[in-house]
């Protein structure tokens, strides 16, 4: 009998699309190669990755970041290599879902932002207001992100997990040796 396959493996590539919680389409990054999956949660680097904004701009990433996505936690990790330090970008965020088109999530607005000095700031508190309004989010989505804040803050303080300088060049030297192999 044939063993099922669950999802990416090491090395694989994948696309990331976030949407709002209308379930419109707002961002994809065309090729995250995975590092890790487990059971909840997915690491990967995006380096000079493609991403194409819901009204057709396209980017490419400046500099490698290792992204994390966990599927109890609403928030997903972008640790940003750069030469003044690791910065980070935290979107809240619904758990991830994977189907073989996408890893997907639905984003909601507020961001943490964390600077290499270790300086913190919430980004789009207005933004996620107006959306929250628009879009009905209601009582138990806004506890559920406010629940999720502190526990990135959290996280940040503690330096757990992708918040950690050793986890982030683990990582990063993991994509370096299978970029040399690929």
């Not at 972008?78 to 999530?105: H, Q, T, W």
């Not at 502190?150 to 990582?171: A, H, M, R």
């Amino acid at each position: 009998m044939a063993r099922e396959v669950k999802g990416p493996r090491e090395g694989d590539f994948v696309a990331i699309k976030s949407y709002k919680h209308d379930g419109s389409l707002h961002r994809t990054w065309r090729d995250t190669m995975v590092l890790k999956t487990s059971e909840n949660a997915i690491i990967g680097v995006n380096d000079h990755t493609l991403v194409t904004e819901d009204d057709g701009r396209r980017w490419v990433t400046r500099e490698p970041a290792v992204v994390y996505f966990h599927k109890h936690y609403w928030f997903n990790v972008i640790a940003m290599i750069r030469d003044n330090g690791i910065s980070y970008y935290c979107n809240l965020a619904s758990p991830f879902v994977l189907d073989k088109e996408a890893l997907k999530y639905i984003d909601y607005d507020l961001d943490v932002k964390v600077f290499p000095d270790g300086e913190k700031r919430l980004l789009d508190a207005d933004e996620y207001e107006d959306f929250s309004k628009r879009w009905n989010y209601g009582p138990e989505i806004d506890r559920i992100l406010k629940g999720n804040v502190l526990t990135l803050v959290d996280w940040i303080n503690n330096k757990k997990g992708p918040f950690s300088e050793e986890y982030v060049n683990l990582w990063y030297k993991r994509y370096q040796d299978l970029s040399q192999h690929k």
